[in-house]
């Protein structure tokens, strides 16, 4: 079991910068990878950013080149700093973390915070 709780959203300019942080608790030592998405209203739940233990990354295509995931294993923490903010952002940001369990891959989510960006 893991448990996620994130933290740092909130409203931001257009243009602006905001980061968000997710602690992970419980069994974080079989966790593969960590990261984000992201759900706007009346739309589907999509990839945002994630990264590997290894330190490997992948970013959806909306938000390439402004945002950068990262990581501090020690702490299981992820961040997620997103710059060049747009309202096309605004949504509300989910941590993730898959999790191996066995020869099976859970996923598991947090609670999510709203990140609204507007002028």
């Known amino acids: 079991q893991v448990q996620l709780a994130e933290s740092g959203g909130g409203l931001v300019h257009p243009g602006g910068s905001l980061g968000l942080s997710c602690a992970a608790s419980?069994?974080?030592?079989?966790?593969?990878?960590m990261g984000w998405y992201r759900q706007a209203p009346g739309k589907q739940r999509e990839l945002v950013a994630v990264i590997t233990r290894g330190g490997a990354t992948h970013y959806g295509t909306s938000v390439y080149g402004r945002f950068t995931i990262s990581s501090d294993n020690a702490k299981n923490m992820v961040y997620l700093q997103m710059n060049n903010l747009k309202p096309e952002d605004t949504a509300v940001y989910y941590c993730?973390?898959?999790?191996?369990?066995?020869?099976?891959?859970?996923?598991?989510w947090g609670q999510g915070t709203r990140v609204t960006v507007s002028s």
């Open positions: 993730t973390a898959e999790y191996q369990d066995g020869l099976e891959v859970v996923d598991y």
């Open positions: 419980g069994s974080v030592s079989n966790i593969n990878a």
